[in-house]
Structures are given as C-alpha cells and as structure tokens.
C-alpha cells in the first residue's frame, strides 16, 4: 500500500523555541509511519529579535523558502503539508504563499498556530483584513494550542476544521526534569525567569516587582534567562535595573540551553512568567518537568494548563502588586511551593512528545480521511 506523502514544514533548533521543539519532534517520532515524509527546513539562522521584521534579510530569506517549497511541491508531490502559522502580519504572509504553493500542487494544508501575537491578524480590518481571510482560507484545517485559541478562530468565521493540539517540550528536557528529585525547603527561596527578554514576557513589570519588595525589607532574588526580544530592550532592562537598586537582586544571565539552561531549573525554587501575550510557552512544560511551582498570566492557552492554586499562581497581566505578592506568596510558603510543583510535573506528563505527536499524526489522518477523494491517491498517482 502506498502511504500519503507528507511534507514537514517548519524550522529547527537553534535556537530553541516552540515551533522549532515541535518540528524536530514530529521529524524524530515514530507516530507518523503510515505517512512517507519529506521536511523544509524554514530555519533563518538569524537572530530572534529580527522575527517578524520586514527587513532584506528577511525577504531574502522569504524568497529562498519559497522556491525550496517549489521544488520540494514539484519533486515530492505532497497529498497533505503541516505547517506552522506565526503571529506577525510579514510572517503570516510568507507562511500564506508557502501554503498557496501547496495547494497550488494538490496538497492538503494544516497549519499549527504558535504565534502569540496571532490574534493582531485576525483583527485586521481593511484590505489588510480581507487579505488575511482569503490567505486563511487556504487552509483546509488548523491546529490551536488551547481552547482559547480555538474560540478565537471559530468567532472569527474560519470555516475549516479546529482542533486543539498543544505543544511538546524536548524529550531530553523531559527525562532530565522528571528524573531530578526537588527539596521544597529552601530558607532563601530563587525565583527564576526563561524566555524572550522584553515588555511582551512583562520582564518590565518584574523589576518593578522586585523593587516593591526589596522597599518592604523583602530580598526576592531571580535568574533572568534569555536574550532581548526587541531591539534596545536589553539596554532598557539594565537601566531600569540600576535605577532601582537590583544589583544581586536580578541577575540577567543571557541566553541558554542545554546543560546550562537544566542547571538553572535545578538551581531554582519558583518559575515566573508575567507574559503580556503567549502561545502556550515550551517553558512552562520544562518548568514542570522539574517540578517547578509558577507564577502566570492567563493569556493564551496557558489556562488550560495552569489552575490557580491548583498547580500554579495566576495573575493579572501587568499588575506590579500582584507579581510581588505572588512571588512572596511562595517565597515564603514552601508547602504550596510543593503542591503545585507537583501537581504541575503530574500534568506536563500529557504534553510529552510521544502524546503531542500522535494527536498531531491523527489529526492530519483524519484531514485527509475526511476528503472524499481520499481513497482514491493510489489512482491518481
């Protein structure tokens, strides 16, 4: 029997991010042996905070995926394309002519929404908005990583399929989080960020935070992990550092992964992501893994992970008050520390890449088994 070919497309570590994890996932999984499979590496080698930027770079870089898509569509021939969908108006419309060409050559086309800023191309109004309906209606399907998302779509008229399907975490990251066992009973608890430094992950809001303790007697030291995610925002954080005194309070230790990056979770007592706008961050799933408690905002999809004392802390997005008392909530109480820590480890366990994989690999079955024609690829071919 001839399997249904399926074309991979999306970038691959590095660095590591969201859509980069789960590109290498599906590329690694056994999940998807009924499919022949074929991968186009969308991968820029460029630095992140030139994402979504309309610069000759970028276009440049446009223009090589375009016709690498070209050739792949024509040699490959793909019954079904699974691609990600980004959250900029420039990523979107490369990510629209990638699709175009797909369906150009007979393809179904699924694409997976990572982007945390998404919900700015389904507001467009205008010209710009007609052109992100008809650049969506290309897409016979659409992954979501929370109930959120799927809403968001479904109230904006999109009349393909919706399904829910989160993202993964490393696998790596995921036997060395779980196989570390954490003490709860440190005296002088270390908080800990990971992600794209800037105004969106609500780093601003943090330092402020940070302050309002340390002006209340209250030392809260955190690990800042991770490089700017828009130009001048680091030289902005460490400004805004020395202004108020966090010198040994914040300590920004750029960039990390790998080894690196696991010791800082080992080394940690709390997570805190006081973000503005998310997917559903990757970081959330490490950060479980190693039975870390968190603190969040309930943008995106993070809700559908995160429970408010249950197995984390949620706050408002922006509020100084409420990072600061969240962040002295756990510092101080190393029994919730320990509850929602756990609790958080027990539900990360669904998002393994084995589990994220198979639902994805399902999905695009049922994709292509609900085409009527579906039964008949063999005879077309």
């Known amino acids: 029997m001839i399997k249904p070919r399926l074309l991979v497309i999306g970038p691959l570590p590095p660095p590591p991010g969201g859509v980069e994890t789960v590109t290498k996932a599906v590329l690694d999984s056994n999940a998807f042996q009924d499919f022949e499979i074929q991968h186009l590496n969308i991968s820029k080698n460029r630095p992140k905070e030139t994402a979504g930027k309309f610069d000759l770079g970028n276009l440049r870089w446009a223009l ?8 792949s569509a024509r040699k490959f021939r793909p019954d079904v394309v699974y691609m990600p969908l980004v959250g900029s108006w420039t990523g979107f419309s490369r ?14 086309v699924i694409g997976h929404v990572h982007g945390a800023w998404f919900y700015r191309v389904l507001a467009l109004k205008g010209i710009p908005g007609r052109l992100a309906r008809m650049c969506l209606s290309q ?3 659409l992954l979501v990583l929370g109930t959120w998302w799927k809403d968001l779509v479904s109230d904006y008229g999109y009349r393909g399929r919706v399904f829910v399907v989160p993202p993964t975490l490393d696998r790596r990251t995921f036997e060395v989080g779980h196989a570390y066992t954490r003490s709860y009973e440190a005296k002088d608890p270390m908080g800990l960020f990971v992600g794209s430094v800037g105004r ?4 601003f809001e943090l330092l402020e935070a940070l302050h309002h303790l340390k002006l209340a007697g209250k030392t809260a030291r955190v690990i800042i992990v991770g490089g700017q995610e828009e130009e001048g925002e680091w030289e902005g954080l460490m400004r805004r ?11 920004f230790m750029g960039p990390m992964q790998g080894e690196s990056l696991y010791e800082q979770f080992r080394r940690a007592d709390y997570f805190i992501l006081p973000s503005h706008a998310e997917g559903l961050p ?5 950060s479980g893994s190693f039975g870390l408690p968190v603190i969040v905002t309930p943008v995106g999809a993070i809700h ?15 509020d100084v008050n409420e990072i600061a008392m969240a962040i002295d909530r756990l510092r101080n109480n190393p029994r919730d520390r320990e509850r929602f820590g756990t609790e958080l480890r027990r539900a990360v366990g669904e998002y393994h890449p084995d589990a994220i994989c198979t639902k994805i690999a399902r999905t695009i079955q049922d994709v292509l088994n609900s085409d009527q024609n579906v039964q008949n690829i063999q005879q077309t071919r």
């Open 139 to 141: 897409f016979d399907a």
């Open 282 to 286: 990757v970081v959330l799933l490490e």
């Open 200 to 203: 969106r992950k609500g780093v």
């Open 304 to 318: 559908d992970l995160v429970m408010h004392n249950e197995n984390g802390l949620i706050i408002k997005p922006g």
């Open 64 to 71: 090589i995926h375009f016709f690498r898509m070209i050739r």
């Open 95 to 108: 990510d629209s002519v990638l699709a175009w060409i797909g369906k150009r050559y007979g393809a179904r």
């Open 241 to 251: 550092c020395a202004e108020l005194g966090l010198d040994g309070i914040a300590e």
